[in-house]
């Protein structure tokens, strides 16, 4: 449930519900808005039943929460979040742009690769070193030799990097290198490694999974968030359905039913979402138009011979040409690019 305070309730008498709240082993988070401050409450409601909460002189009104997702609920933190990684800025203000290649294969392809996309406008470097593949013959990535390789981008660049993990032995050798983690579609429910995402403090980029409904995803988010880390950045990569035409398909509807029920900032990876290059640009321009904070999108220097997902990735000057095509949506949007 929340406890709404009403208007300029003073300091003391937020400071003594939530004693009461604490007091009775519950868990207390505090949003402030410019007139409004609310509380949220996480446990046993039950433990409170004596309380009369309600009753104290500068509570407004308590309204329950009937979703099981809590801290990433946009009734316990109305204003939208804004993510910090680093310098970068992830939220309402801002459009961010992660790029990079689906897989890293060597350092001159991924060094190439980071100063290729920040002359083109990209603040973070994508790459991949642990890859989750269909078949267990297909390229599985080069590990920490390719979290090596980001970490010798970002010292060329300046840019921030994100890298996916994949199993906890991933997570202890990725937080040595990136600034932000990936947890993708097919682990979107793996509960024990969202917890230790979690409790690794990072921000985290939380991709939804291949049939998950939106419901589900926040509630994955919640196991992060509960494990004492809110930085969690929200991606929208397309869903299966029964249409073939693409590889997945996207749900843009996605963005404006999160910007609804959380507080989370939420990209889309239209590289994924689509599998084919070609709609990677009028589907980048759908997401700008429908609120979303960023995008991913996969960059290779020569696409045809790329060790993973090469048919959607852009060229340089592909890239190039997309980031000055959406620029005017981002501006319409006032959004800093």
């Excluded at 309402?92 to 890293?104: L, R, S």
């Excluded at 920490?144 to 980001?150: A, F, H, I, V």
């Excluded at 937080?175 to 990072?202: P, T």
Aim: with cysteine; charged share 20%; aromatic share 6%.
């Amino acid at each position: 449930m929340i406890i709404v305070m009403k208007p300029k309730a003073s300091e003391e008498a937020i400071k003594n519900i939530i004693q009461i709240i604490e007091k009775n082993g519950l868990q207390s988070h505090l949003s402030r808005g410019d007139e409004v401050t609310i509380i949220g409450v996480v446990g046993d409601k039950t433990k409170l039943v004596n309380q009369s909460l309600e009753l104290a002189p500068e509570v407004d009104k308590i309204v329950p929460v009937t979703e099981s997702y809590k801290l990433a609920n946009k009734k316990f933190h109305p204003q939208s979040s804004t993510i910090l990684v680093d310098n970068v800025s992830i939220g309402p203000d801002t459009f961010t742009i992660m790029a990079g290649p689906c897989a890293i294969e060597s350092e001159e392809q991924l060094v190439s690769t980071a100063k290729a996309i920040k002359a083109s406008g990209a603040t973070m470097l994508r790459g991949g070193a642990y890859k989750p593949r269909t078949s267990p013959y297909a390229f599985q990535g080069l590990e920490e030799e390719g979290l090596k390789y980001m970490q010798t981008a970002k010292q060329e660049t300046g840019l921030r990097t994100i890298c996916e993990v994949t199993s906890l032995p991933a997570l202890e050798t990725a937080i040595k290198y990136v600034d932000m983690l990936q947890i993708g579609a097919r682990n979107m429910q793996n509960f024990s490694l969202l917890k230790e995402v979690g409790r690794s403090k990072l921000p985290v980029l939380l991709k939804r999974g291949l049939a998950a409904t939106i419901d589900e995803w926040l509630n994955a988010a919640e196991y992060i968030i509960s494990e004492g880390n809110p930085n969690v950045v929200l991606c929208e990569r397309g869903i299966r359905t029964f249409e073939t035409a693409t590889r997945n398909t996207l749900d843009i509807s996605a963005i404006p039913v999160i910007h609804s029920k959380s507080h989370l900032p939420i990209l889309v990876d239209p590289s994924h979402a689509t599998g084919v290059r070609n709609y990677v640009e009028p589907l980048s321009k759908c997401a700008v138009a429908a609120g979303a904070d960023g995008l991913m999108i996969e960059v290779h220097p020569n696409p045809p011979c790329a060790l993973s997902d090469g048919p959607q990735s852009l060229t340089f000057e592909q890239f190039d040409t997309l980031c000055e095509d959406i620029r005017p949506y981002v501006q319409l949007a006032k959004r800093s690019f």
